[in-house]
């Protein structure tokens, strides 16, 4: 029986690992925490969320939501795990994130079919093996990688972290718990501020001291994960229409709407924990505390997390893998994750179920799946492989890029619930076909 070697136990290799050992293929599983962690890591256990704890959307409006479901459909364990590690943030799928890497390691190390080495790699292994080393890959193995295609070049960009205050510090006096146009239920707790509150505020954060990042500048930041004081370089009204957008947010006691509030979403189960949600940030530690204590509802918070930043890899993928991951110059090798610019935990995830289901067809002789672009799984490795996308960029999963539905659907959430449904049908088809179990 032929065995897949998996390079990392981030979101992508447990999913990989897990969907190849559940077909009956040995998987040598290579992780090298708890013996060497990256400057975005804490804990030891697998499938860590180093910046928020939000998958996202939960609904079949959004394309997120939609890969959610396909993968819930597929046997995923990384949305099994976060289905039941969940605390409660509107319409969106949020977890307790220690318990959700504590459920996701324990179901892989208790796999027979998984053998777990904690070491660093830093040479691509033989045989069939997936990497999923993420965008904070050793700089090693990185040159390792490289070594695949001298000519080509990596791409990379920054990303950031959001920072974490308990909640008991919060002044509930200046907050008040709601979700956007009080969309289910009231999880956020939302710190408003005056005009006059928001422009001593956005005055300090644009000229306050930075900590060194090496080679970092604005333009290397990507888009999707931008700190805020970069944001607030870029105008008045940028947080104002970012995370700071006031819209939908009325006080539920008052009824009173404000210019800018800052929102804070749950960040374990216990409700003990909130994230400053879009503060993502590079500012030095102590200009954190000072800046951000001038929203009324944080001048005394307790942060338990500063905001980090650092420096994310990924590969020029469209000129590099073909719609299976594979590496198109050595098709045993596969790579999955953020490594690859899929951009965001569930895409991750989902690119490793994708490698994890189509190495298992591939060694047991059963040809390919071929998810098709109707599906948000097949839409996103098919963007990833596309040779004619002359300058790649991290994406998100979106509608965009999924198959158009070829008739005309009034309203735009019938129409993306049109999308959802033919996917979820052809999912449904895929998964009961037989050669998936």
């Not at 293929?25 to 400057?39: A, Q, S």
């Not at 093996?129 to 001298?150: D, H, K, M, Q, Y």
Request: charged fraction near 25%; glycine fraction near 8%.
């Amino acid at each position: 029986m032929n065995s897949v070697t998996v390079v990392g136990a981030g979101l992508a290799g447990c999913e990989a690992a897990w969907q190849l050992a559940k077909r009956g293929i040995k998987v040598n599983l290579l992780e090298m925490k708890p013996r060497k962690k990256t400057p975005a890591h804490v804990s030891s256990d697998f499938a860590e969320l180093v910046c928020s704890n939000s998958l996202r959307s939960g609904e079949l409006t959004n394309a997120v939501g939609l890969l959610k479901e396909e993968m819930r459909r597929l046997d995923s364990l990384i949305m099994r795990c976060a289905d039941r590690t969940r605390v409660e943030a509107g319409g969106a799928l949020a977890v307790d994130r220690t318990a959700f890497s504590a459920m996701v390691t324990e179901n892989i190390k208790g796999h027979p079919n998984i053998e777990i080495k904690a070491d660093e790699v830093t040479e691509i292994p033989d045989g069939y093996v997936i990497i999923a080393t993420g965008p904070l890959t050793s700089e090693a193995l990185s040159l390792s990688i490289n070594r695949l295609f001298p000519d080509e070049k990596y791409l990379n960009f920054y990303d950031a972290a959001a920072p974490i205050v308990t909640m008991e510090s919060v002044d509930m006096k200046n907050a008040f718990f709601a979700s956007r146009y009080n969309k289910g239920t009231p999880d956020y707790i939302n710190c408003p501020m005056t005009k006059e509150e928001y422009l001593a505020f956005w005055n300090e954060l644009k000229t306050a001291r930075e900590a060194f990042v090496h080679g970092f500048d604005d333009s290397a930041v990507f888009e999707g994960c931008m700190p805020v004081e970069v944001m607030a370089r870029r105008g008045e009204d940028t947080l104002r229409y970012g995370p700071l957008k006031p819209v939908g947010l009325r006080n539920p006691e008052t009824g009173e709407d404000y210019y800018a509030v800052v929102q804070l979403r749950r960040d374990n189960a216990g409700g003990t924990l909130y994230n400053l949600v879009g503060f993502q940030t590079h500012l030095a530690f102590p200009e954190q505390k000072r800046v951000f204590s001038m929203i009324p509802a944080l001048k005394n918070a307790e942060y338990v997390r500063y905001g980090v930043m650092h420096r994310n890899t990924y590969l020029n993928s469209p000129q590099l893998l073909d719609r299976y991951y594979r590496l198109r110059s050595d098709k045993r090798i596969r790579f999955a994750g953020q490594i690859t610019g899929v951009e965001g935990y569930v895409e991750s995830a989902a690119s490793g179920l994708l490698c994890g289901i189509e190495t298992a067809m591939e060694i047991r002789s059963l040809g390919h799946v071929d998810f098709p672009k109707e599906t948000a799984i097949g839409a996103l490795s098919l963007y990833v492989s596309d040779e004619s996308v002359s300058e790649f960029q991290p994406m998100n999963i979106n509608f965009g890029i999924i198959a158009a539905l070829g008739q005309r659907i009034r309203g735009k959430r019938n129409k993306n619930l049109e999308i959802s449904k033919r996917a979820l049908e052809i999912i449904d088809r895929i998964a009961v076909g037989g050669s998936l179990s």
